[in-house]
């Protein structure tokens, strides 16, 4: 039965020198001298007497250092690539927990297959699972002591063998790594593979870029620099975020936007564990629906990049991105109109729960959105003196509010120093005439689209995350444009 698996794993995972699937230096960017170091290994496959003539240490074991993600596995293949050899991979984690003997027994058969061939590179991914220090960390594992000695055995049986074999291994823990697993001619090599500095991840997403569809106006240097810390993987990553986000908006080709959307994306957070209940997600899925539908529906707001009810570490409630309107972000200067449509856009969360769940059925997802609300009423009120009550506007004109950075920080405390109780009272009252009549509003519109409102948040249900695009095809369904509703 074990056998079975080991032979599993060990040809599941061959590639190399038989064509498809084959990789090669130019398919791992970023990290050029780790290529440089390892073009040595491909030397010695290539011409194994010449570099036996030439006296230099032949390349038995090398150790790749260095985060996950960022190429070590890629650069181990393309390695046998390059070389023309076969690839054997394993990853030492998946048989620590086995029972004892079958970790052992894995290792010999890797090694038994990859003999069979010419020439071939071993990958141990992992390493550490199996390489730490023996006796180290307590009672000890004999499973992975037995492992890490079949190893061992391995490395040092190379020479009375036919084929030629180098082993690559991967590690982020090289401190932790068994002192036998890096004696001299053992994993006497390291090489480091970083995480891509600008260049790097410039070159490492035209790799990626490469296969798909690019439009014209695609500037991978701007994503670069957005991707600080980010390794290969995660570049790829947003790449292929972006070909599905242009693929979604049936855009033939992926353009600049989408890599930024995909960007944003990621950066939004990595996604939780946690798993919501149905009846939990669709109160997030209403609220962020409502919002969504609003921002779409009024002329001055930046329109929905992506609407999202799909927890994440920085956001567990979901969230809305909109697009970045560089000129409103800088200037810093808003119209009333634009605060109004603000305005009833983050009601819109609370009034769409309210219109499918009833007043008396609210909860308190709404909490960070009722304070923006508030603090939206606070700069139209006190700040700009936009009121409809000709006293109170020009009465409470130019008060000094202390707010956070506005429609950022949600914590907001408007007590201007010099202003009279009565007049405080005024305002106050004026405030929450603002946030009921455009809570009426919100309400109002949101009911009259009741149909489209419910079948944004059916699609949030079923996808979790939605792009612009997918929003407006709801709406389309529903006879309804964008823009389309006009606030006095
Ligand atoms: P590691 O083995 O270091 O954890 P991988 O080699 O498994 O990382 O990387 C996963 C994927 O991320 C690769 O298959 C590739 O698509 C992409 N990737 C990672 N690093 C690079 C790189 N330096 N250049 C191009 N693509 C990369």
Same mark, same amino acid.
Do not use: W
């Given at each position: ?117 010419? *020439?071939? $590179? !071993?990958? @141990?991914?992992? &390493?550490? /699972?199996?390489?730490? +220090? =023996? ?100 570049? *790829?990553? $947003? !790449?292929? @975020?972006?070909? &599905?986000? /242009?693929?979604?908006? +049936? =855009? ?237």
């Amino acid at each position: 039965e074990f056998m079975k698996v080991a032979a599993k794993v060990t040809s599941g995972d061959l590639v190399g020198g038989k064509g498809q699937g084959k990789v090669m230096f130019k398919d791992v960017a970023g990290i050029g001298e780790a290529k440089v170091e390892l073009m040595e290994v491909v030397d010695f496959f290539k011409k194994p007497e010449k570099f036996r003539a030439s006296g230099s240490r032949i390349p038995k074991g090398v150790l790749l250092v260095g985060p996950p993600g960022t190429g070590k596995t890629l650069l181990a293949r393309a390695v046998a690539g390059e070389a023309g050899v076969a690839f054997f991979s394993i990853t030492a984690s998946e048989f620590v927990e086995m029972f004892v003997g079958v970790g052992a027994a894995r290792m010999r058969d890797l090694f038994v297959q990859a003999r069979k061939e010419k *020439a071939a $590179i !071993v990958f @141990i991914d992992e &390493l550490d /699972a199996v390489g730490r +220090k =023996r006796g180290m960390g307590g009672s000890g594992n004999d499973e992975r002591d037995q492992t890490l000695n079949q190893l061992l055995s391995e490395l040092d049986g190379f020479n009375n063998s036919k084929s030629t074999i180098v082993v690559m291994a991967a590690t982020n823990r090289p401190d932790v790594l068994d002192t036998a697993l890096v004696r001299p001619g053992r994993f006497d090599r390291k090489v480091m593979v970083g995480e891509p500095d600008v260049f790097g991840r410039e070159e490492v997403l035209e790799v990626h870029a490469s296969k798909v569809p690019l439009g014209d106006d695609v500037d991978l240097k701007e994503v670069a620099m957005g991707t600080m810390g980010y390794t290969g993987a995660g570049l *790829a990553n $947003i !790449v292929n @975020i972006a070909a &599905l986000i /242009a693929a979604k908006a +049936k =855009r033939a080709n992926v353009m600049q936007a989408d890599l930024m959307s995909a960007l944003e994306l990621q950066t939004m957070g990595k996604l939780t564990d946690d798993h919501y209940s149905i009846s939990r997600q669709k109160r997030l899925a209403v609220h962020e629906a409502g919002c969504a539908l609003l921002t779409e529906l009024l002329p001055t707001l930046e329109k929905v990049e992506l609407v999202t009810i799909v927890p994440r570490e920085n956001e567990p409630e979901g969230q809305i991105r909109f697009e970045y309107n560089a000129a409103r972000t800088i200037c810093g200067t808003f119209t009333r109109q634009y605060l109004t449509e603000q305005l009833i856009m983050v009601l819109g969360g609370r009034a769409a729960e309210e219109l499918t769940y009833g007043p008396d059925d609210m909860s308190t997802i709404n909490e960070a959105a009722l304070t923006r609300a508030r603090e939206i009423v606070a700069k139209m009120v006190m700040t700009a003196g936009m009121s409809d009550v000709k006293e109170i506007s020009t009465r409470t004109m130019a008060y000094p509010v202390e707010s956070g950075s506005f429609l950022k920080d949600a914590t907001i405390q408007f007590v201007p120093q010099h202003i009279s109780s009565a007049t405080m009272n005024a305002a106050d009252q004026e405030m929450l005439r603002l946030l009921q009549v455009y809570y009426a509003e919100a309400k109002h519109i949101l009911h009259e689209n009741r149909a489209c409102l419910d079948a944004v948040v059916q699609k949030l249900l079923d996808q979790g995350t939605l792009v612009g695009s997918e929003v407006h095809e709801v709406m389309d369904q529903h006879g309804l444009r964008q823009s389309e509703i006009l606030i006095s």
